[in-house]
C-alpha cells in the first residue's frame, strides 16, 4: 500500500511539474500588453536587427495600442502622425534622413499607424531607413 502511495504522490509531482512548465511558456518576454486581440509588431531598428513582439490589445487605433502604458513601444503623448522614437531609438529627419517607415503585412503602409484600425492576426512593422535622393526616382 506505501508503493502504491509513492507511486501516486510521484504522479502528482510529475502533473504538477509539467503544469508549472507550462504556465511559464506562457510568459514570453515579447508579449506585451493585454486584451482580447492580438498582433505583431517588427520593429528593425538602425542597425539591421529585427525584434517581434506579440501586441495584445483592447484598443482600436494602433497608435493607441502601441502608447499603452503595458506596450510602451510609442512614447505617450505622441502628436497625431508625428512619431520619431519606437522603444527609445529616434530617426531624425532633420539630422540624417532617417524615418520610421510603417508597413502593414508586408506592404508600406497607405496610412499612418494614427489612422490605422487594428485588424487580428494582422502583422505591423516599423524599420528604421534613411531617405537618399535616389530614392525621388521612384515617384516620377
Request: hydrophobic share 45%; with cysteine.
Amino acid at each position: 500500500m506505501k508503493k502504491l502511495n509513492l507511486i501516486i504522490l510521484a504522479f502528482i509531482l510529475i502533473v504538477a511539474a509539467a503544469a508549472l512548465f507550462a504556465a511559464c511558456g506562457d510568459s514570453d518576454e515579447n508579449t506585451l500588453g493585454s486584451g482580447g486581440t492580438s498582433f505583431t509588431l517588427e520593429i528593425t531598428g538602425k542597425d539591421g536587427e529585427s525584434v517581434t513582439y506579440t501586441i495584445k490589445t483592447d484598443e482600436k487605433i494602433l497608435s493607441d495600442a502601441l502608447m499603452h502604458k503595458d506596450v510602451n513601444i510609442i512614447p505617450a503623448g505622441t502628436l497625431v502622425n508625428d512619431f520619431d522614437t519606437i522603444k527609445g531609438v529616434k530617426a531624425d529627419f532633420t539630422a540624417d534622413s532617417a524615418y520610421w517607415a510603417f508597413y502593414e503585412n508586408g506592404d508600406f503602409a497607405a496610412d499612418s499607424a494614427f489612422n490605422t484600425e487594428i485588424t487580428a492576426g494582422a502583422v505591423y512593422a516599423f524599420k528604421y531607413e534613411v531617405f537618399e535622393m535616389g530614392d525621388w526616382e521612384d515617384f516620377e
